[in-house]
């Protein structure tokens, strides 16, 4: 069966520092990878999706990137972390066709 | 585009009572559906999807779904509530061609009293 993994499951970061959050996922080949994030009055927003190896697109413009380096590989990135960024980040991956998305834990990120 | 409406950002109920959760959703084209529910500090779990076939969909943990596209509806159903259900509930539907690009709802939280 498939499992997403997602690490770390907190983080308390300063302003001004970088980030790093990585998601693997297991007993699937290929899958589409997904970066959500559930912000307080934002709601639940996909910030980036992957169909494959090196191919990223961003949903919305803002201070953090992603990258697949390897198939079942996510990580989402931020050289300078802003108070905006604290939030519930979620990474979900999902097959072909019409199925469906499956999360993570989540991180919850806090930028002080 | 495409959006989604959850009436009521808390809904609570008695153990044993109906849950209903209001779900709308604004559509150009026929869109797959979807409910998830997330418990506290964890990712979202899938309850259910519609993805065109039958217009009532059953889930996971007793909960159903009926798409009704006359009323553009997509409401959440269980008989009886348990405490157990007590968690946030998000209705979402899914982009041209893609089930992953999701937009959501802005939630619902069930408050099952005993």
């Known amino acids: 069966s498939q499992t997403i993994h997602q690490w770390p499951a907190t983080l308390v970061q300063p302003v001004g520092s970088p980030l790093s959050l990585e998601c693997t996922v297991e007993?699937?080949?290929?899958?589409?990878l997904y970066w959500y994030r559930q912000a307080a009055g934002r709601g639940l927003q996909l910030l980036f999706y992957?169909?494959?190896?090196?191919?990223i697109s961003s949903e919305v413009p803002q201070n953090l990137s992603a990258s697949r380096p390897q198939d079942r590989q996510f990580i989402l990135s931020s050289k300078k972390l802003l108070l905006s960024d604290s939030g519930f980040y979620l990474c979900?991956?999902?097959?072909?066709?019409?199925?469906?998305?499956?999360f993570g834990n989540g991180t919850r990120l806090t930028v002080t | 585009a495409q959006s989604v409406t959850q009436l009521g950002s808390h809904v609570s109920v008695s153990e044993g009572a109906l849950v209903l959760l209001r779900c709308n959703y604004s559509?150009?084209?026929?869109?797959?559906l979807f409910w998830y529910v997330q418990y506290p500090n964890q990712g979202l779990q899938l309850l259910l999807k519609?993805?065109?076939?039958?217009?009532l969909v059953k889930g996971i943990n007793g909960f159903e779904a009926e798409f009704k596209k006359s009323e553009t509806s997509f409401h959440l159903t269980k008989p009886s509530a348990h405490m157990s259900d007590a968690a946030e509930y998000f209705c979402a539907v899914s982009r041209l061609g893609n089930t992953g690009k999701l937009i959501f709802g802005q939630g619902t939280t069930l408050q099952v009293k005993p």
């Open positions: 519609y993805t065109s076939a039958a217009t």
């Open positions: 979900a991956w999902s097959g072909e066709g019409d199925s469906p998305l499956h």
């Open positions: 992957s169909v494959g190896i090196g191919q």
């Open positions: 559509s150009s084209v026929p869109p797959y």
């Open positions: 007993g699937t080949s290929n899958p589409n």
